[in-house]
């Protein structure tokens, strides 16, 4: 019997049990597009982080902070100052290292009061030159003098003022106060960032004010800057910095947080998928189970066409053959059906989700802000779907396959 002989006999067979071909092709339908739905999102949500981090971080920079936690063991006396800029500039490869100061207020805006937010002391001149595509005004100007005293916020800050609306600060340690205007507001990032860079969350204020009119001296942390983002530059400036602090601060590289985020979203994306394959293995037993109803009942039709010749091989392709055709019109739906759940679950998320702080780890925050999340098929995602939903459908067809194959035919004619 010729192959597309088989081919058409197969595909007459699942239109002849419509309704039971339907089933069988639903359970694929359901385990590939869990599989897709699943991944895809992942995917989505992986390059929507990584590009909103990437946006708000410059890959040649590292940042300085006071070690802590238990295992770190720090001395609790040692601080970062801010006149311990000096410490920086002995050493090679690096080219700026700036303080961010901070002091946490409740902050007014008319009548609305957000409190315990952390308000951040930067050089507006510096900042400028480490994040030049995220430190940048959409409205108004950031202002290079550094006696200034007006404020610069991010973009969803614009949501309680307006350029040139006043903005009060009142320090929760000592009561001390600040009001003046808004003289820039950032474009907008996407609500978080790495590396201490700027966000849309973000109160600014020049770190002179900060440092005299709030006394703060002691630093959050350091934005250090190097000629360049090589990894050996990274490793020797890093050894450099902990041995001039005498090991008692931490140093992270931004690429090295980049690249754990990245690592951590591929383990989440196999074990989802790992979750989902399981769904795919449920679908094929129940390819088994209809197939071997299918061959009860078809029996007899089974030992009329071996009786007139039809040979083992050929009547195990037939079956075959509808294993095949179910797994590929499953996979193909699965495939459409994901997708488009993905996408709707990608717009919940968006409306839902929640931004970072204002320097992305360094501080807090509560305006929502992740943008938009697109589920994301590529074509290796789907040339696999389909591999493994014909695959699965195949292995779980082969016995039943098997079984009509080795029927005797005079036993199938007297089948009742």
């Known amino acids: 019997m010729k192959i ?3 081919l058409k006999y197969s595909g007459r067979s699942l239109k002849s049990q419509k309704w039971r071909s339907f089933l069988t092709i639903l359970g694929v339908l359901i385990g590939i597009a869990a599989i897709v739905a699943l991944t895809s999102l992942g995917n989505g949500f ?10 708000g971080f410059a890959t040649n920079t590292l940042i300085v902070s006071k070690k802590s936690g238990t295992f770190e063991q720090p001395d609790p ?3 970062l100052y801010y006149e311990n800029r000096s410490v920086f500039e002995g050493i090679d490869h690096i080219d700026l290292a700036m303080p961010v100061l901070q002091v946490t207020c409740n902050v007014s805006f008319g009548d609305d009061q957000i409190n315990a937010f952390p308000v951040y ?3 507006y001149n510096n900042y400028s030159y480490i994040f030049p595509s995220s430190f940048v005004a959409k409205e108004g100007g950031i202002p290079t003098n550094s006696s200034t005293t007006n404020y610069v916020v991010g973009s969803n800050i614009d949501q309680k003022v307006d350029l040139d609306d006043p903005i009060e600060i009142t320090s929760i340690f000592g009561g001390v106060s600040h009001n003046d205007s808004v003289v820039a507001i950032l474009e907008e990032i996407g609500g978080v960032s790495l590396g ?11 770190a002179n004010l900060i440092r005299y009119k709030f006394n703060i001296e002691i630093v959050s942390y350091f934005i250090v800057l190097l000629d360049d983002d090589a990894d050996s530059t990274i490793n020797s400036v890093s050894d450099a910095i902990s041995t001039a602090f005498n090991d008692q ?3 992270i590289a931004s690429t090295a947080v980049l690249d754990t985020i990245q690592s951590a979203f591929g383990t989440i994306e196999v074990f989802l998928g790992g979750i989902a394959g399981i769904s795919l293995i449920v679908a094929g037993i129940g390819i088994m189970n209809i197939m071997i109803v299918s061959l009860m009942e078809r029996t007899r039709e089974i030992g009329i066409i071996k009786a007139l010749g039809m040979k083992n091989s050929s009547i195990l392709l037939i079956f075959l053959c509808e294993t095949i055709f179910i797994g590929l019109i499953g996979s193909l739906l699965g495939i459409g059906a994901g997708y488009l759940f993905a996408s709707l679950f990608g ?8 931004g970072g702080g204002p320097t992305g780890g360094f501080g807090g925050g509560g305006v929502p802000g992740f943008g938009t999340i697109s589920p994301i098929i590529t074509l290796d995602m789907f040339g696999l779907a389909i591999f493994y939903g014909v695959l699965v459908s195949v292995i779980f067809g082969l016995y039943p396959a098997w079984r009509a194959a080795r029927l005797e035919p005079v036993e199938a004619l007297r089948y009742e």
């Open 77 to 79: 006396l040692f601080n």
């Open 196 to 206: 201490g860079g700027p966000t849309d969350n973000g109160i600014y204020l020049h």
């Open 4 to 6: 597309f002989d088989i």
């Open 46 to 55: 992986e390059s929507t982080i990584t590009g909103q981090l990437e946006s």
């Open 249 to 251: 601060v931490s140093v």
């Open 347 to 354: 717009r919940v998320l968006s409306g839902g989700a929640a």
């Open 121 to 123: 002391g930067v050089d």
